[in-house]
Nanobody, 128 residues
Framework: QVQLVESGGGLVQAGGSLRLSCAAS????????MGWFRQAPGKEREFVAA????????YYADSVKGRFTISRDNAKNTVYLQMNSLKPEDTAVYHC?????????????????????WGRGTQVTVSS
């Protein structure tokens, strides 16, 4: 059973940067995709970014495109989310997720339902 552990969250001023890490353990890092989602208080969980494991293709929510970058280090079984130009509306608990099954069609990277393993999350707070 794979386990995901996020780290790197914290408190930062608007315009600042943070880098989140998601370390996977429990099996070989041989997944179809890894994603980052976030959930703010009183709001639904929303897609942030994802990376396809084989081709490395990346996907981003419009709200973070150009500011956030998802990457991976297969040797370390770790996925990263570099967050620049942070805004107060980026404040949320950020979760990484693993999709271990094949998927076809739209939504295979952006829909939370296709991911089957989740980390507990790391808090990101952006002050104005």
């Amino acid at each position: 059973q794979v386990q995901l552990v996020e780290s790197g969250g914290g408190l930062v001023q608007a315009g600042g940067s943070l880098r989140l890490s998601c370390a996977a353990s429990g099996r070989a890092f041989n997944t179809y995709a890894m994603g980052w989602f976030r959930q703010a208080p009183g709001k639904e969980r929303e897609f942030v970014a994802a990376i396809a494991s084989r081709r490395g293709t990346t996907y981003y929510a419009d709200s973070v495109k150009g500011r956030f970058t998802i990457s991976r280090d297969n040797a370390k079984n770790t996925v990263y989310l570099q967050m620049n130009s942070l805004k107060p509306e980026d404040t949320a608990v950020y979760h990484c997720a693993d999709r271990s099954r094949d998927c076809s069609g739209s939504g295979c990277y952006t829909m939370s339902q296709v991911y089957d393993v989740w980390g507990r999350g790391t808090q990101v707070t952006v002050s104005s």
